[in-house]
């Protein structure tokens, strides 16, 4: 059994955790417009929160990202070929990276990155007992920041990424187009099958970040019930509320928190005032056009491989070749 690579410090990179939050909500809130990262989203009841999400009956993207990798597997399974090693950034779905599993021809390795340890442990586990033949390497990183991966196996066929669920349209074009560069350089002579949501008309987009049950209202106000939690800050949660937009010509969902009245909040001894309608930014979910995407992966690097879609053209799967 592999252990994560950094497992033995994991108390420290809790405490590191905390810190570094509380320096980037401190940050946030005396900038303007106040904004902060929304990978803070996914403490323990964020994390199920987002697994509530991808149930939802509006929030098509799961599903359909789901019915293309069953429904193209096979075709997928043949582009990266046997004896694969698996790089899947953040410890995602396990149904996804099982979908994938078993439709390669004897997958060699499954090196799972993610920020927590705790995540990649249960990834970890599940995957060792189902598939016995498949090495499990956890990579403890920051797969935003530049890290290394470990040597690739002797005798291992190509080295592949999975960024599924659209994850990269969280980031900004910036950093996705970072991103993007730095998976072509750890995949060279391998791939990259990534996952985005495309472009459409915007009232399906706007049920899905804003749905029935209130369910992504949970989740975007979980960050206040976080910072309090884990920070000591007073956020007072019926006094914000969510709000979700498409901004049509950057193509984006934009999340805030609104402040609905006049009031202080304190964040380790730092008074910030907010007017009513203030908002703190949450989450960008950048939507994407095929070839928009593909110039962004040609610029970081990519070749340009096959897209699979759903009958409606909601999804895209992306086979992006990393050119030697
Ligand atoms: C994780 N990420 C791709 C989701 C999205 O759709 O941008 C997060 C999410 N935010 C609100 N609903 C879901």
Redesign the pocket.
């Known amino acids: 059994m592999s252990p994560p690579v950094s497992l033995a410090i994991q108390p420290r990179v809790a405490d590191e955790g905390r810190r570094a939050f509380a320096d980037d909500l401190a940050t946030a809130l005396s900038q303007r417009p106040r904004r902060i990262s929304?990978k803070w989203?996914y403490d323990a009841e964020g994390s199920r929160l987002?697994d509530r999400?991808?149930g939802l009956p509006e929030?098509y993207?799961t599903r359909t990202e789901l019915s293309i990798l069953q429904g193209r597997a096979a075709e997928i399974a043949q582009q990266i070929g046997p004896d694969a090693e698996i790089v899947e950034f953040g410890a995602g779905s396990l149904v996804k990276i099982r979908l994938l599993l078993d439709a390669l021809q004897s997958p060699r390795r499954f090196l799972p990155i993610d920020i927590s340890g705790e995540h990649l442990q249960g990834a970890a586990r599940q995957l060792r007992a189902d598939y016995p033949g498949l090495e499990v390497t956890p990579v403890v990183a920051d797969y935003t920041q530049p890290f290394e991966l470990p040597e690739r196996l002797a005798g291992a066929g190509r080295r592949v990424g999975f960024f599924p669920?659209?994850?990269?349209?969280?980031f900004e074009p910036e950093e996705a187009l970072a991103f993007l560069r730095q998976a072509a350089r750890l995949l060279r002579g391998g791939g990259l099958l990534l996952g985005v949501?495309l472009v459409k008309d915007p009232q399906l987009l706007h049920a899905?970040?804003n749905d029935a049950q209130g369910v992504?209202a949970a989740?975007?106000l979980n960050l206040l019930a976080r910072a309090n939690a884990e920070l000591g800050a007073d956020f007072d949660l019926q006094s914000f509320s969510h709000a979700?937009f498409y901004n049509a010509p950057l193509r984006r969902?934009e999340?805030h928190l609104v402040s609905r009245r006049e009031q202080v909040v304190t964040l380790q001894g730092q008074r910030h005032a907010f007017e009513e309608g203030e908002t703190l930014h949450t989450?960008?979910?950048h939507k994407f056009t095929i070839d928009g995407l593909r110039a962004m992966a040609a610029r970081a690097g990519f070749g340009i491989g096959p897209v699979w879609t759903d009958p409606q053209r909601l999804f895209s799967v992306h086979w992006l070749p990393a050119v030697q």
């Open positions: 929304p989203f987002f999400i991808c929030y993207p669920g659209s994850t990269l349209g969280n949501d899905a970040y992504t989740f975007n979700a969902i999340m989450e960008y979910s």
